[in-house]
């Protein structure tokens, strides 16, 4: 029982020290304003956080439709009443925007922050923005094709160097019994014995 007490105490430290050791780790990685503007740049020229701005008016427009189908004859009141609400929870994007620059913050340096906004601000950056997703998609695409034609020449490759060294078809395999398909090893007969 003292045994149990003592690694009971151990274990209680342990957690106590490891909650004072995490505590000072997330305070380190505290970004800093100069961290936080830089980062707000860089989500500002790639456009990071763009492809949320219809999650509000998507979840309003479903919403919509669902009380709507309930209550056809509402239809009006539910569009006002909806739209009036998704309206008031529109300030709550920039909770998003703030939560993207702690990221980006701590995942680069503020240097590191400046020359992405400065690269995707440039002409370049943009080029890249605006033809790097239909570059890619077409990669996608050219990488597929490869594989398809790599896979039927490694098959008929494969099967052509081994029609080589198998010269017979191997034998079928009797589904009532798989034990059937290898061959019975040929036997010598007992050798009889001396009269």
Partial sequence: MIKFAGLGRFAAATVILSGVAFGFAAHAQEASPEQLKAAR???????????????????AERLKADLI????????????????????????????????????????SVEELNAIAEFYNSPVGKKLLKDGPI????????????????????????????AKIIKAPPPAADPANPAATT?????????KPKP
């Fill in 135 to 162: 570059a890619s998609r077409e990669t996608v695409k050219a990488a597929d094709i490869w594989a398809q034609g790599i896979s039927r020449d490694l098959q008929k490759q494969t099967s052509t160097e081994l």
């Fill in 183 to 191: 061959p019975p090893k040929a036997t010598t007969p007992a050798a």
């Fill in 69 to 108: 189908q309930d209550s056809p004859n509402y239809q009006d009141a539910i569009t006002a009443e909806v739209d009036k609400q998704a309206l008031a929870l529109a300030p709550r994007r920039a909770d998003l925007e703030k939560e993207a620059a702690l990221t980006y913050a701590k995942a680069f």
């Fill in 41 to 59: 740049a860089a989500i500002d020229a790639i456009g990071a956080t763009a492809q949320f701005d219809n999650i509000l008016p998507g979840l």
